[in-house]
């Protein structure tokens, strides 16, 4: 079954760097990767967009290996206002191409 | 700045009853989505449409429909609302030209169904 998976929790402290990785293993060929941040009681808001190798913008940084069956949101030295769901939003092959958002992982960063 | 707005933050409405929740978009987009959020569940897509007058069915369009007249506006109607409706909906658009990765949510609607 084609699905995007991603850990479910992560804690962290202020000032680490911190890696969420999303497992998508039937991604279509040729669309982009994009990652989205959740406050409560907000709507999701886009963070960052790639198709393969490595993105950075001034928020955060993308990782995607050459085989795109995985990706990984990097945020650099996260601070207490990062506590968030970040969510993964690919298009995976289902026998049609599907757009599919992952499970979401909720990041606690602490002091 | 891109703007969605959905018509209510907070509704609560009784079983049995139509509601309409509406959703505006002012940057010219073609696409629209209509998601609806659990704890536990993430972001489930009930219909989508690419085009005025065009819809999409997504993963869980039962007991859902939705009327797009007009470019910017995207309306999601619960025809007959039951309790196991009660959650959070989230509107979104993206532009024409991708499948729908560079999505702009509004702000969400929390339904209460009694």
């Known amino acids: 079954l084609a699905k995007t998976t991603q850990p479910i929790s992560m804690d962290s402290y202020e000032g680490q760097e911190v890696n969420i990785t999303c497992s998508h293993n039937?991604?279509?060929?040729?669309?982009?990767i994009t990652w989205y941040q959740q406050f409560p009681s907000q709507g999701p808001r886009f963070i960052i967009q790639?198709?393969?190798t490595k993105v950075t913008n001034e928020v955060a940084s993308l990782f995607i290996p050459a085989d795109r069956k995985s990706s990984t949101l990097s945020l650099p030295r996260v601070s207490l206002s990062d506590t968030a769901v970040y969510y993964c939003?690919?298009?995976?092959?289902?026998?049609?191409?599907?757009?599919?958002f992952g499970t979401g992982t909720r990041l606690l960063v602490s002091p | 700045d891109v703007k969605v707005t959905q018509s209510s933050r907070y509704l609560v409405k009784r079983t049995g009853e139509k509601v309409f929740l509406e959703c505006v978009q002012d940057?010219?987009?073609?696409?629209m989505f209509w998601y609806r959020q659990d704890p536990g569940l993430g972001l489930r897509l009930i219909y989508f449409?690419?085009?005025?007058?065009?819809?999409e069915k997504g993963d869980i369009p039962e007991g859902y429909s939705v009327s797009r007249e007009k470019k910017e506006r995207f309306s999601l109607i619960l025809e007959s609302a039951s309790t196991n409706q009660t959650s959070m909906y989230l509107c979104?658009?993206?532009?024409?030209?991708?499948?729908?990765?560079?999505?702009?949510f509004g702000p969400g609607t929390r339904l209460l169904v009694l």
């Open positions: 039937n991604i279509a060929t040729n669309d982009y």
């Open positions: 940057m010219d987009h073609e696409n």
């Open positions: 449409s690419y085009d005025v007058k065009m819809k």
């Open positions: 979104a658009s993206s532009p024409g030209g991708d499948r729908g990765e560079t999505q702009y």
């Open positions: 790639g198709y393969k």
């Open positions: 939003l690919v298009v995976l092959n289902t026998g049609f191409q599907k757009l599919v």
